[in-house]
C-alpha cells in the first residue's frame, strides 16, 4: 500500500523568506512521487516530478524537491517566496504501472506574508 | 498545448437525480481517471479506465456510479442518485501509460446537490 503524509496543513512564509512543505511517502515498491499546486477555485497543476532519474528534482515556479530514500521524504522547497505562491499544495505517490492510481497527501495551505 | 476539458463547470441538482460529468482527455492518451475532492479535504481517487473497462476502482465508486467512453473522445462519470455527500469537485485526468503515469487532470466541475 502507498502514502503519503503532509506535516502541516497550513504553513505561512514572509515574502522573500524560505518556503519548506514537508511530505514523507509509504510505498512497498520504489515510488513515483508528485508535488501539486492548487491555486483557489482551479484545478490541479503539476510543479514537479521524481520518476527515479535524479533525487533532487528541479520544477516550475523556482520550486525543487529532494528525494530521500532513506528518510522517506520528498519535501518541496523555494528559496524566495513570492506573494503569487500562495495556494494549496498537494504531494502524491503513485506505483510504476500503466494505470496506477495517484494517492495524495491532505494537502498543505501555503499563505505569504508581505 | 493538448489538454483536458470537462464539462461543465458547475453542476446544480437536486439530491436523487442523475448527473453526468463529461471529459474529453487528451486524444493520444490511454488511460483515464476520476478524482474526487469534497470542499477542505484532500483529492481522492474514483476510478480508473482502460481499454473499455474499469481497470481499478475504490470503494467510493459504488453502485451509484458509473463511467462511460461512448465515443472515440468523451469519457463520462454518471452518478445515477445523487445524495447530499456527492457535492465535490470531480476531476478527470488521463495518460499516456508511460513508465512514469504521468497524469494530466482536466479544470474539475463542481457538483452541488441540494
Known amino acids: 500500500a502507498q502514502s503519503v503524509t503532509q506535516l502541516g496543513s497550513h504553513v505561512s512564509v514572509s515574502e522573500g523568506a524560505l518556503v519548506l512543505l514537508r511530505c514523507n511517502y509509504s510505498?512497498?515498491?520504489?515510488?513515483?512521487l508528485f508535488w501539486y499546486v492548487q491555486y483557489p477555485n482551479q484545478g490541479l497543476q503539476l510543479l514537479l516530478k521524481y520518476t527515479s532519474a535524479a533525487t533532487l528534482v528541479k520544477g516550475i515556479n523556482g520550486f525543487e524537491a529532494e528525494f530521500k530514500k532513506s528518510e522517506t521524504s520528498f519535501h518541496l522547497t523555494k528559496p524566495s517566496a513570492h506573494m503569487s505562491d500562495a495556494a494549496e499544495y498537494f504531494c502524491a505517490v503513485t506505483g510504476r504501472s500503466s494505470a496506477s492510481k495517484i494517492i495524495f497527501g491532505s494537502g498543505t495551505r501555503l499563505s505569504i506574508r508581505p | 498545448e493538448p489538454e483536458v476539458t470537462q464539462t461543465p463547470s458547475h453542476q446544480v441538482t437536486q439530491m436523487g437525480q442523475e448527473v453526468i460529468l463529461r471529459c474529453v482527455p487528451i486524444?493520444?492518451?490511454?488511460?483515464f481517471y476520476w478524482y474526487r475532492q469534497i470542499l477542505g479535504q484532500k483529492v481522492e481517487f474514483l476510478v480508473s479506465?482502460?481499454?473499455?473497462?474499469?481497470?481499478?476502482k475504490s470503494e467510493i465508486f459504488d453502485d451509484q456510479f458509473s463511467v462511460e467512453r461512448p465515443d472515440g473522445s468523451n469519457f463520462t462519470l454518471k452518478i445515477r442518485s445523487t445524495k447530499l455527500e456527492d457535492s465535490a469537485m470531480y476531476f478527470c485526468?488521463?495518460?499516456?501509460?508511460?513508465?512514469?503515469?504521468?497524469?494530466?487532470f482536466g479544470p474539475g466541475t463542481r457538483l452541488t446537490v441540494l
Open positions: 486524444s493520444n492518451h490511454l488511460y
Open positions: 479506465f482502460y481499454n473499455n473497462e474499469i481497470s481499478e
Open positions: 510505498s512497498s515498491v520504489p515510488p513515483y
Open positions: 485526468a488521463s495518460s499516456e501509460g508511460t513508465a512514469y503515469n504521468e497524469q494530466f
